[in-house]
């Protein structure tokens, strides 16, 4: 069974109701670890609770992530 652990989170909120979340995430399983990127879309409910749509895995190599970072400033 793996579970899954945040390190770290942030939220950039838009529109009437809506944010993206972007975290640092751990996956636990029986002897094994293994951190990955988080970028998650979802909502806030009336009273409050947050409900996810979707999310995207990135992976933890550094090299990856600048190359992710350089083509979304170029978008």
Same mark, same amino acid.
């Given at each position: 069974?793996?579970?899954?652990?945040?390190?770290?989170? %942030?939220?950039?909120?838009?529109?009437?109701?809506?944010?993206? %979340?972007?975290?640092?995430?751990?996956?636990?399983?029986?002897?094994?670890?293994?951190?990955?990127?988080?970028?998650?879309?979802?909502?806030?409910?009336?009273?409050?609770?947050?409900?996810?749509?979707?999310?995207?895995?990135?992976?933890?190599?550094?090299?990856?992530? %600048?190359?992710?970072?350089? &083509? &979304?400033?170029?978008?």
């Amino acid at each position: 069974m793996v579970e899954f652990e945040v390190i770290t989170a %942030e939220e950039v909120k838009f529109g009437k109701n809506n944010f993206i %979340e972007v975290a640092r995430k751990k996956a636990v399983a029986e002897g094994t670890d293994r951190e990955f990127i988080s970028i998650s879309r979802g909502f806030y409910l009336p009273d409050g609770t947050k409900k996810w749509k979707s999310s995207i895995t990135l992976p933890d190599e550094n090299d990856k992530r %600048e190359k992710i970072a350089e &083509l &979304l400033k170029k978008l």
